[in-house]
């Protein structure tokens, strides 16, 4: 079953057809005319109703194309932090184009604590129905910068389930294994039908 994901971010693609291809599904970025078509998030709303909100401006435009019966999935993300009651959230990728990962560590103070979530709902369209996945990955704000792998606040997120290593300093298959992405999409790979491999 093939897949074509509705994202401008090639990390997100790269870790989903890592995650996915091992359940038997491929997939490709969503392209038309040979580019990422950029999809606008409505800021302050859940990440649930910016992930519907991205299939469907996806699903507009691949309609009346060769791409109209295609499966398609979006997905939103964030990073919540606990002592700054869950921001930056719906507004993670704001943050980290402006104030940064530094930024960030500045926000910390030794009395609130570090604790933090990174949440995904993934929502893949196929015909005419809307399905959806959640990932949650619990863990803490790390007092630095550390790591090149992965992308966004992965170098300043260390999960609890992991050995103490920010996300940063992770394979990418260490960090699917745990994270909010692998998390939502292998949540919603088994409420779709079984793939023909
Ligand atoms: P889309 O085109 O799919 O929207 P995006 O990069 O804008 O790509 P999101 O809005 O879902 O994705 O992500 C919100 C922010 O959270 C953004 O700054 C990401 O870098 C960050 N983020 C999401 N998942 C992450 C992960 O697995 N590791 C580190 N940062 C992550």
Known sequence: MH???ATGNKHKVSEASEILSHLGYGVEQLLIRGKAPELIEPQAEGIEEVAISKIKQARELVMGT???GSIILAEDSGLFID????FP??????????IGLPGILQLMTPETGRRAEFRAIAAVYIDGNIF?????CEGEISEEISGEMGFGFDPIFIPDDGD??????MSSMEKSSISHRGRALKAVSELLNPPSK
């Not at 103490?164 to 300093?169: D, F, I, K, L, Q």
């Open 3 to 5: 897949i074509l994901f």
């Open 66 to 68: 060769e791409l109209e």
């Open 83 to 86: 002592s700054l009651g869950g």
């Open 89 to 98: 959230g719906p507004y993670s990728s704001y943050v980290e184009n402006t």
């Open 132 to 136: 959806f996945g959640n990932g949650i």
């Open 164 to 169: 103490g290593r920010t996300c940063g300093e």
